[in-house]
DNA sequence: CGGTTGTTTGAGTTCAGTCAAACCGGGTGG
DNA sequence: CCACCCGGTTTGACTGAACTCAAACAACCG
């Protein structure tokens, strides 16, 4: 088992690899990503600390799309064979892996319910209410207050929207007092109506505890 | 084991239920969905005979989106239970499933990738290239046409278009003589051409027979 | 032969994109 | 210590892809 770091914007998976090893998100922030051959740009995931956004790697040969660090993050690498060994021996291992790709998976789809059918504002109260719920559940939002270092590029490139009109929304949010968004600094100031305005229901997260919000 | 009959339209597995079997789509068509409470729609993947759509109901205890069939279908139930006896005995079986739905979100997220990125022609056009390919996978498309039983809203649905744009830009594919798509048939005049239009690339598939097309 | 479902066409609208410039704060090097 | 730069945010003006609404058309079916 290997630990590296990396600088915001770095690789940590490159798309197109075929990696021999699983990656944990020690330290830090990623996304996973995937470019058109013009550029354009869909990030398909956050991922906190606790995350392994790599797991499929030990069943698909080739990797289908990146991993970046969106601030220095450390991230550790345990070989395949290592992987199977301990998934081996203690089988509610490999139940906990495959549980948490489906819930990956899960959270995919309800993004893709977002860049299909709704709106922009629509779009970043979901993406927002869905931060602070998963945050919560890490603890890396203990009141409703989190950081998040991604840019409105990033989110733009995550919703299907322009960074303008991030922009513009984010404006509208705040005349409304439902959130401040100030230096990678997100409050939430006032759930329910977020909730609405977002269409968000939070089934899809599979969270056991029921994190009250 | 039980064995039931659908009818187009009827839901197989129903969003919210918390099922104590796993399905799988024995004959006809299927797909998955959600609803936004003021009725709008996204399909978020369409099944073929072979498929089991219902695989993660294996370790999420409440489902977060229906399962629907596009014509007559039948399908097969099987119990948690068992399945949990068979992937017991047969190791080899519980990975192909968490392997299967690995793919299954590989899919979804180049789904996203379009609803995000792509404009409408590529959509179209890309769509119809995962489907032939994944349709000579599984030998239902024998030369480039195949049978696809989704109306031009149900496309819409997929794509997060409205049906009238879709059937716009078929006409486009049409009068450039890429496509012809009547009766719910599809056939594939230039598949190169399309393939270009909709930046497809079949990676994501993970196809083990890298189907020559 | 009506009724129903799906496709096609036309006209007008809008949400979000593009382009371009101004602004702002933090870091750096002269 | 300040001027400059750079990445990110904000603003304004204009554009356009895709939507909505509404009606006509076509095919199928009981």
Not at 58 to 82: E, N, R, W, Y
Not at 143 to 162: E, H, K, M, R, V
């Amino acid at each position: 088992m290997t630990v590296r770091s990396y600088v915001r914007g770095q690789d940590i998976v490159r798309d197109g690899d075929r990696p021999s090893e699983c990656c944990l998100i020690l330290a830090g922030f990623a996304f996973r990503y995937k470019l058109l051959p013009d550029g354009r740009r869909q990030i398909m995931a956050f991922h906190t600390p606790g995350d392994m956004p790599d797991l499929q790697s030990l069943h698909l040969q080739v990797t289908d799309h990146g991993v970046a660090a969106m601030m220095p993050t450390q991230a550790a690498f345990i070989s395949h064979k290592k992987m199977q060994v301990l998934t081996g021996r203690f089988p509610g291992l490999l139940h906990a892996f495959w549980r948490d790709t489906l819930i990956d998976a899960a959270i995919v789809r309800e993004w893709l319910v977002g860049n299909g059918r709704r709106d922009a504002h629509e779009r970043i109260a979901h993406l927002i209410c869905e931060m602070l719920l998963r945050f919560k559940g890490v603890g890396l939002a203990p009141s409703d207050t989190f950081n998040l270092p991604a840019t409105q590029a990033d989110i733009a490139d995550a919703l299907g929207l322009s960074n303008v009109h991030v922009n513009r929304v984010l404006q509208d949010f705040r005349r409304d007092g439902l959130i401040t968004w100030t230096n990678y600094t997100v409050s939430v100031l006032k759930w329910d109506e977020l909730q609405v305005r977002g269409t968000f229901d939070a089934t899809y997260l599979h969270q056991v505890h029921k994190a009250a919000a």
